[in-house]
């Protein structure tokens, strides 16, 4: 066996559609049903708790009901042989459920609340967050300092805490993967310009894809066949 490679593998929700969780920018997609400025933005939170709690309950009973796919397994079964890091825009647990140990969660965790009075990067501290699993959180549901809880998801107008440390894991990359998401939600779609020069960069989705650059193979498949042939690349060499 030789060196372990270092693999990051950023996810969106491609990953996680096969496990028939909604993708949001999809034909038919969540921001078909809901206006994502009152769902999931800041200003949406102020103006409407209860709506906000109210969507965020609907996501848990989903992510409930929903087991990981073959997807999941493999990106976890990399650890094997490999030093893994995936970096998630999806806030559903099922990487963690499918085996996987270090994931950075760069929009938040569905199944977590926290105090609405402290700002995720600054005054709030992860002490203050609650994992509330799959239960319900309404409106009246208080931290122990009287704080309305809310949902632990970076909404729209918000900072991306994490997002230094997902460079810091893709500038370190032997090889980047990136599976099911369609590179337009910032600052992550940008992440994959950190790579070294010459890191090579494997895009996994079944639609055209935005990167054009030679050290890019694009795999042109859904996440759970996509990833039996990234493995059997990685296997291969």
């Known amino acids: 066996m030789g060196t372990k490679k270092k693999i990051a593998i950023l996810t969106g929700a491609g990953v996680s559609a096969e496990s028939g969780l909604g993708t949001f920018r999809d034909n038919g997609g969540l921001w078909d049903k809901f206006d994502p400025q009152e769902v999931a933005s800041i200003d949406g939170w102020y ?80 002490k203050e967050v609650i994992d509330v699993r799959y239960e319900e959180v309404n409106l009246g549901d208080k931290s122990v300092n009287g704080s309305q809880l809310r949902p632990h998801i970076v909404f729209f107008g918000e900072a991306v805490p994490m997002i230094d440390k997902a460079i810091d894991i893709i500038e370190d990359a032997d090889i980047l993967l990136i599976v099911g998401t369609s590179l337009q939600v910032y600052p992550a779609a940008g992440l994959y310009r950190y790579v070294r020069r010459g890191t090579p960069i494997y895009v996994i989705d079944p639609n055209d894809i935005l990167i054009h650059d030679s050290n890019v193979t694009h795999i042109k498949k859904v996440a759970t066949e996509g990833m039996v042939e990234f493995k059997n690349i990685l296997e291969s060499e």
């Open 47 to 126: 103006r409407n708790r209860s709506l906000v709690l109210e969507f965020y309950n609907l996501r848990r009973k989903e992510l409930a009901n929903s087991k990981p796919n073959d997807a999941h397994r493999i990106i976890a079964e990399l650890e094997k042989n490999n030093i893994v890091t995936v970096i998630t825009q999806n806030v559903d647990n099922l990487h963690e459920r499918a085996g996987s140990t270090k994931v950075i969660h760069l929009h938040g965790e569905l199944t977590k609340v926290r105090p609405e009075d402290g700002e995720y990067d600054r005054t709030f501290s992860e």
